[in-house]
């Protein structure tokens, strides 16, 4: 029988997962990031995308709402923020696939997307779950393809370090440590992207969030 996934949900623990919007709202500059995100990827109405850790569905219904004739994935290993977003989803009234991941072979074919989006996912993800996940990332992209991550990044001063913290806490040092270190871009590389850059960087409430972008070049 097949291991259950190890993950770490959105706010910790599965009781918790059902606020997660909510304190999205509150707590960060929420719709900032994401439209900072939006713009760094620069979609096109012809585009197949791929939200990784798509969580609540936030992103995917913003895609279709500005690029409705884009085709939207959304993938995330908890079926229960799943559920959530299926709702979200239906009320929207937007076509978007949403399907689960078991944390080994994300459930695509090779070359199957133009970009692969990610926000917030890679600080719940220890260094071995980071490069199988961006290894993955990479089979599932055409070649040329872009993958755009917004995650917590390098802090930007101390005020920003200490602001940290409490993620780091929360979500565990191990998971976030590369980030808070800015190694993200190296790992990256490390798992088969070129061109890797950090396109941008906001200060929240909760530390330094970065943006980058990649290549899959080969
Ligand atoms: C902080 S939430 C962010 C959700 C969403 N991307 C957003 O920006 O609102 C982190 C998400 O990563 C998902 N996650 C955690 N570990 C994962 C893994 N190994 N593979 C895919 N998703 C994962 C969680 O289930 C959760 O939905």
């Known amino acids: 029988m097949r291991e259950k996934p190890r993950f ?28 900072a995100l939006l713009f760094q990827a620069n979609i096109k109405d012809s585009d197949i995308i791929l939200d990784f850790g798509c969580g609540t569905g936030t992103l995917l219904i913003m895609v279709k709402e500005r690029f409705p004739n884009a085709i939207a994935y959304g993938v995330d290993i908890d079926s229960n923020i799943l559920k959530i977003a299926q709702e979200k989803v239906k009320d929207s009234g937007h076509e978007i696939f949403l ?5 080994i072979l994300l459930p695509y074919g090779d070359k199957m997307f133009d970009k692969v989006l990610s926000s917030l996912v890679f600080h719940h993800l220890a260094r071995d779950q980071k490069i199988a996940a961006l290894k993955g990332i990479h089979r599932i992209l055409r070649r040329g393809g872009e993958l755009h991550i917004l995650d917590f990044g390098k802090a930007q001063n101390i005020l920003m370090r200490g602001m940290f913290l409490p993620i780091q806490i929360f979500d565990g040092f191990a998971n ?12 990256i590389e490390e798992a088969g992207f ?17 943006l980058y972008s990649a290549v899959k070049l080969g």
Do not use: H
């Open 8 to 35: 770490v949900p959105a706010l910790k623990f599965d009781w918790l997962t059902r606020f997660f919007d909510p304190l999205m709202k509150l707590s960060m500059v929420e719709k900032r990031f994401r439209e």
């Open 194 to 210: 070129d061109e890797v850059v950090e396109n941008k960087r906001i200060n929240t409430l909760f530390g330094t969030i970065s």
């Open 176 to 187: 976030t440590s590369d980030n808070v270190k800015g190694l993200l871009p190296k790992i």
């Open 99 to 103: 399907n689960s991941y078991d944390g």
